[in-house]
């Protein structure tokens, strides 16, 4: 059991920009979510997936934003037309719903917009 | 929407003193509540998870309360070491697996 991984662990991009960002969850669990953290503050929840069903979305995640997780495996997290707001610690978690519901972190992308 | 506070901000001690940390959260209504730690620029690293059934967990030199009809939980930390300095999170857990997150606690211990 690796933990939970996400690539890249850093992305610098300019505005107006698309980036992608990969998480890879423990295997075999069944849920995955996505937070973000900006500096100072607690990380704030944007989505989560049951499987490959999405069934949460936060108010905080825009249409410039999509998240997707199509064989209930790895997940991706995309942002379109990228803006200065959008600098942030991206951070994924998984858990094993109904076996210990601890939700696991990988170790984030870091996300910088010139 | 949960709201999650944590007190004190920032605490510096010197190696070797017993800790407390306090978190209180506004919806009483929650699944579970984790502790976490995060070093700086790093992920999270799950410390502790209190069922909301539960009244205390224990891991090691880490207890952790949970008053849920009040909203608070705290951690206590015994015989603080300087690799305990980070920052402590609190996350009451809603119904639908939802974390919330307050500022944390930013600890510093001394040798």
């Known amino acids: 059991d690796t933990g939970v991984s996400q690539d890249p662990r850093h992305k610098i991009t300019k505005r107006g920009q698309n980036v992608t960002f990969r998480c890879d969850p423990i295997s075999e669990h069944n849920r995955l979510y996505w937070y973000r953290q900006t500096l100072g503050q607690g990380p704030e929840f944007l989505t989560y997936f049951q499987n490959e069903a999405q069934l949460e979305k936060s108010r905080l995640l825009s249409d410039r934003f999509s998240a997707e997780r199509p064989k209930g495996s790895f997940s991706t997290l995309e942002i379109q037309r990228t803006e200065q707001g959008d600098s942030a610690m991206y951070l994924c978690a998984s858990s094993e719903v109904g076996v210990t519901d601890t939700q696991y972190f990988g170790p984030g992308t870091r996300l910088t917009v010139l | 929407k949960q709201e999650v506070t944590q007190i004190p901000a920032a605490l510096s001690v010197p190696e070797g003193e017993n800790l407390v940390l306090n978190c209180s959260f506004t919806?009483?209504?929650?699944?579970?509540l984790q502790w976490f730690r995060q070093d700086p620029g790093k992920g999270l690293t799950s410390l502790l998870l209190i069922q909301s059934s539960q009244r205390e967990q224990t891991s090691g030199r880490l207890n952790a309360s949970l008053d849920k009809s009040s909203g608070r939980s705290t951690l206590y930390i015994a015989a603080s070491q300087p690799g305990d300095s980070a920052t402590y999170l609190c996350?009451?857990?809603?119904?639908?697996?939802?974390?919330?997150f307050g500022r944390g606690t930013q600890l510093t211990v001394w040798p």
């Open positions: 996350a009451p857990c809603s119904t639908l697996g939802r974390l919330y």
């Open positions: 919806d009483s209504a929650i699944y579970n």
